[in-house]
């Protein structure tokens, strides 16, 4: 194979092309790892312009000063070029050698991560990356298990007391953290307990950390508050009142107000567990240094590259059969940015996982919902995601000259009228080929506990969007000021809001888009300074208070995140009785349902849809299993005979 790989460069002098072609069988036979092949290719790209070497020669004789014959230069050059090209065969060699190391590995699981990663500090784990990977190497003190059940993690047990303010949590005691030298020497270790626990959620709780997670315990843990701005103003050695460590294996947390889903809160990655040793040791760089106690530890990262994962052999957990988990030998994450490049990486056997299929090639990989054939022996993992996508209506009317300009907020009938005149299930099949489904009931959706199908949202239904438009005044959409809709700028979002924009018009609907990146779409929509925009909310535990929260009143923005201003004091009554402990998960369902209800009758958004997120694995994965808000857990992951 490497004498033809030999022959057919020195017989392509003129064609770059066909031997980039050639390259690519090449490792895609020998599965050569993505990074080898980049350097390959670069090489290949420098030999194209060999042959330009005799003509600096040519013009420049100081340069080489023993070039006086036309016959010298060629042979200078020849010389030259067959060195390269020798070069050329033996980095070839090594190049195969390494894809031969990869396909006889035993336990080395793939995958690619196409937003990368910049830090795995918990604190900072407000997006996809730092919630991957980090769940790999950190724990928090609960977890869900696969159906979005709240199972144990650093606790084992835990209770509540009759007022719902004291949660105490129970601690294992066979836990370590990573081996890290910020223990005193690369090969030490020690075990977890409850002072990791309060450092670490007081770390959250710092303004000095910079996280963006303070939410979670702010106006919910005692004195948390008083503490964040203790430290703002640099006054040290204070503690938080709402974190008491009672020994080595049990803590308390101590809450301002009852608030039920305490434990849901509790395994968002901002609660991840951290070793105090290792945030003093590595300080601002902590991130790219992370010591935790899950069933991985970093072992190698390259910015922008890849990120390589080795087993924790001391981790605390174990299968069924008394086999300490986990079973794979090594996690490698690459950073591909272009969804295409990553879809043929997996196609050519380099990657073991898609987190999300790209809409693009759903019709590829799917075809009536079955797998095609050329993916059948494949697996298929459908995830509905809890998350809705929305248009939000600012209801206001005093918030800005756009919303007082626009009649949406003083009149429930257009509201109703614009929910009514969507096709939802057109967006869904022509817009998201698939990856959406008809939000045709409330905010919550059908994979968040507590959703219930006999709430009865907005289907389309033109001939009520008629009737409510007449009602309201506007026949046909006569008289109807022009509506402004504003949006974020990605290809999706686009071509939604250009397929509202059109369909309202069938009823006189008239509406102006504008479009704008999404941080500043983020903080314009925050801050109240907007009459109508599309927005999402992607629920960040598995409880329905987290979407509901966003119709509270006593949370409206830009204090809270009630960023429609919506108002009702029933509604407001239902969600503060959700919150109480002593309540079973159905009577916080019932509450919960007829809060939706209310809602959808004031209609202060348009529903849309809910998201659909497709992964595809190899078919010798075995183990995988889909995770609840996007998480991968990999800890029982294994190959089918390897």
């Known amino acids: 194979m490497l004498q033809k790989i030999a022959i057919t460069y020195f017989s392509l002098s003129s064609s770059n092309l066909l031997y980039f072609m050639m390259l690519h069988d090449m490792y895609s036979y020998f599965r050569i790892p993505l990074i080898y092949r980049q350097m390959l290719m670069q090489v290949v790209d420098f030999l194209g312009h060999v042959p330009k070497i005799p003509l600096l020669a040519y013009s420049n004789k100081r340069r080489f000063p023993f070039i006086g014959r036309k016959s010298d230069s060629k042979r200078f050059a020849c010389s030259l070029t067959i060195g390269?090209?020798?070069?050329?065969?033996?980095?070839?060699?090594?190049?195969?050698s390494c894809g031969n190391d990869k396909q006889s590995k035993d336990a080395t699981f793939t995958y690619n991560e196409p937003q990368g990663l910049t830090t795995?500090?918990?604190?900072?784990?407000?997006?996809?990356?730092?919630?991957?990977?980090?769940?790999?190497?950190?724990?928090?003190?609960?977890?869900?298990?696969?159906?979005?059940?709240?199972?144990?993690?650093?606790?084992?047990?835990?209770?509540?007391?009759?007022?719902?303010?004291?949660?105490?949590?129970?601690?294992?005691?066979?836990?370590?953290?990573?081996?890290?030298?910020?223990?005193?020497?690369?090969d030490y270790s020690r075990t977890f307990n409850a002072s990791d626990v309060k450092f670490s959620f007081e770390r959250i709780c710092d303004p000095r950390t910079k996280t963006t997670g303070f939410w979670i315990f702010r106006d919910r843990l005692k004195g948390a508050d008083e503490y964040h701005e203790l430290r703002k103003k640099g006054i040290e050695n204070q503690h938080i009142e709402g974190i008491k460590v009672i020994n080595d294996s049990t803590v308390t947390l101590v809450l301002t107000k009852p608030f039920a889903p305490l434990l849901s809160l509790l395994t968002m990655p901002y609660c991840r567990i951290v070793a105090k040793e290792a945030v003093m040791k590595y300080g601002e760089t902590f991130g790219t240094h992370p010591v935790g106690t899950g069933p991985f530890m970093i072992h190698?990262?390259?910015?922008?590259?890849?990120?390589?994962?080795?087993?924790n052999t001391s981790y605390h957990e174990f299968d069924d059969e008394g086999k300490r988990l986990p079973y794979l030998d090594t996690v490698i994450?690459?950073?591909?940015?272009?969804?295409?490049?990553?879809?043929?990486?997996?196609?050519?056997?380099?990657?073991?996982?898609?987190?999300?299929?790209?809409?693009?090639?759903?019709?590829?990989?799917?075809?009536?919902?079955?797998?095609?054939e050329s993916y059948a022996n494949h697996i298929l993992f459908r995830e509905e995601a809890q998350d809705i996508v929305f248009c939000g209506i600012m209801?206001?009317?005093?918030?800005?000259?756009?919303?007082?300009?626009?009649?949406?907020?003083?009149?429930?009938?257009?509201?109703?009228?614009?929910?009514?005149?969507?096709?939802?299930?057109?967006?869904?099949?022509?817009?998201?080929?698939?990856?959406?489904?008809?939000?045709?009931?409330g905010p919550l959706s059908p994979s968040m506990p507590g959703f219930s199908s006999e709430v009865k949202g907005y289907a389309y239904n033109p001939a009520k969007a008629k009737a409510l438009l007449e009602e309201a005044g506007f026949p046909g959409g006569l008289g109807l000021p022009e509506i402004t809709l504003q949006s974020g700028n990605n290809a999706t979002t686009v071509q939604i809001v250009e397929a509202l924009q059109q369909q309202w018009?069938?009823?006189?609907?008239?509406?102006?888009?504008?479009?704008?990146?999404?941080?500043?779409?983020?903080?314009?929509?925050?801050?109240?300074?907007?009459?109508?925009?599309?927005?999402?909310?992607?629920?960040?535990?598995?409880?329905?208070?987290?979407?509901?929260?966003l119709f509270y009143s006593k949370m409206a923005s830009p204090k809270g995140l009630n960023d429609t201003r919506f108002s009702n004091r029933s509604v407001d009554s239902l969600y503060e009785l959700s919150l109480w402990p002593g309540l079973t998960s159905e009577q916080r369902f019932k509450?919960?349902?007829?809060?939706?209800?209310?809602?959808?009758?004031?209609?202060?958004?348009?529903?849309?849809?809910?998201?659909?997120?497709?992964?595809?694995?190899?078919?010798?994965?075995?183990?995988?299993?889909?995770?609840?808000?996007?998480?991968?857990?990999l800890e029982k992951v294994r190959f089918r005979n390897r």
Not at 128 to 154: A, M, Q, R, Y
Not at 526 to 536: A, Q, V
Request: hydrophobic content about 40%; proline content about 5%.
């Open 84 to 96: 390269i090209q020798f070069c050329i065969i033996v980095l070839c060699s090594f190049l195969l």
């Open 120 to 186: 795995l500090d918990p604190a900072m784990a407000g997006i996809s990356g730092p919630i991957h990977i980090g769940g790999h190497i950190f724990e928090c003190l609960v977890k869900l298990d696969t159906n979005g059940e709240i199972i144990p993690g650093l606790a084992k047990s835990w209770n509540v007391d009759d007022s719902g303010l004291n949660w105490k949590f129970n601690l294992r005691t066979d836990v370590f953290f990573h081996k890290d030298s910020c223990f005193g020497s690369p």
């Open 300 to 311: 190698r990262w390259e910015q922008d590259r890849f990120i390589e994962l080795k087993k």
């Open 333 to 372: 994450v690459q950073f591909i940015k272009d969804t295409k490049t990553e879809f043929l990486e997996y196609d050519n056997g380099n990657l073991d996982m898609i987190l999300s299929i790209d809409p693009i090639f759903l019709p590829r990989v799917l075809e009536d919902g079955k797998l095609t």
């Open 395 to 441: 209801l206001d009317g005093n918030a800005n000259a756009e919303t007082s300009r626009m009649p949406l907020w003083k009149s429930a009938k257009i509201r109703q009228a614009l929910n009514y005149a969507v096709d939802r299930k057109a967006l869904c099949t022509y817009v998201l080929k698939g990856k959406g489904i008809p939000a045709e009931h």
């Open 505 to 549: 018009l069938k009823f006189g609907i008239k509406t102006s888009l504008r479009q704008v990146n999404f941080p500043e779409h983020s903080a314009m929509m925050h801050s109240g300074k907007l009459g109508f925009w599309r927005g999402n909310w992607i629920a960040d535990y598995p409880d329905p208070e987290n979407v509901l929260a």
């Open 591 to 633: 509450a919960y349902n007829e809060m939706e209800r209310l809602i959808i009758q004031e209609a202060p958004w348009v529903f849309l849809y809910y998201t659909i997120n497709y992964r595809l694995a190899q078919s010798p994965v075995i183990g995988l299993r889909p995770g609840i808000f996007g998480t991968l857990s």
